[in-house]
């Protein structure tokens, strides 16, 4: 796939989506930190439906870490993996609080040495929370880029890295949005809906679906 297709279908999704966000549901950088974590290997819609719970009883470092893990467990039971999570939400408080004198950190080493922050939640603070154009590679954007042709690689950090080369500077910070909305709801992983897709044209995955 050459610069200008790439530049094509990326200004198609801008003309869509001209201000793409997470589905998440938060209101501080903490708040972004701890649905995340608790995103993996479970919907937003199972997330927000968590931490509308959560959220107004402990939003802070220090209230989570009060709670304790048996307490935060009771809050996000609903969520898969919930006690190996509530564990490391609760060490990640304690990390915030004796570190980072309770703020999430603005770097990717800093926030990876949290327990349950790897590379990608890592990226996904840095690009929505602090604005930073990096992209978190999930399953959706390791879908899209491989199937789409816009950045085709072996694994998450190939994709990652080859996005970050071969994404038009300008949509840089809102192509992880633009990315992971378009596999959710469009280029879905069973049965893509490309005669629904408005870069269909621009597409080069060979095996469309039309039905």
């Known amino acids: 796939m050459n610069k200008e297709k790439r530049t094509a279908i990326f200004s ?52 989570i870490l009060a709670l304790g893990a048996d307490g935060l467990s009771e809050y996000i039971r609903t969520i898969g993996l919930f006690n190996s999570k509530a564990k490391n939400i609760i060490k990640t408080c304690r990390i915030l609080i004796e570190e980072h004198g309770g703020e999430v950190p603005r770097t990717r080493e800093a926030l990876e040495r949290l327990p349950g922050v790897g590379r990608k939640t890592a990226n996904v603070i840095l ?20 199937r789409t042709g816009i950045a085709p690689g072996k694994t998450p950090l190939e994709v990652e890295r080859r996005l970050l080369r071969l994404t038009p500077e300008e949509f840089r910070k809102d192509a992880h949005h633009w990315l992971i909305l378009h596999g959710r709801y469009v280029c879905k992983a069973r049965r893509p809906l490309c005669g629904e897709c408005t870069i269909e044209p621009l597409c080069e995955f060979r095996g469309k679906v039309f039905e």
């Open 12 to 63: 198609e999704l801008r003309r869509r989506n001209p201000n793409p966000t997470t589905e998440l549901v938060y209101e501080s950088p903490f708040e972004l930190l701890i649905a995340v974590i608790l995103s993996a290997q479970a919907t937003d819609v199972g997330v927000n439906k968590a931490t509308a719970r959560l959220y107004p009883v402990a939003r802070t470092p220090e209230a």
């Open 127 to 146: 690009n929505t929370a602090f604005g930073e154009p990096t992209i978190a590679v999930d399953t959706h954007i390791f879908r899209v880029s491989n």
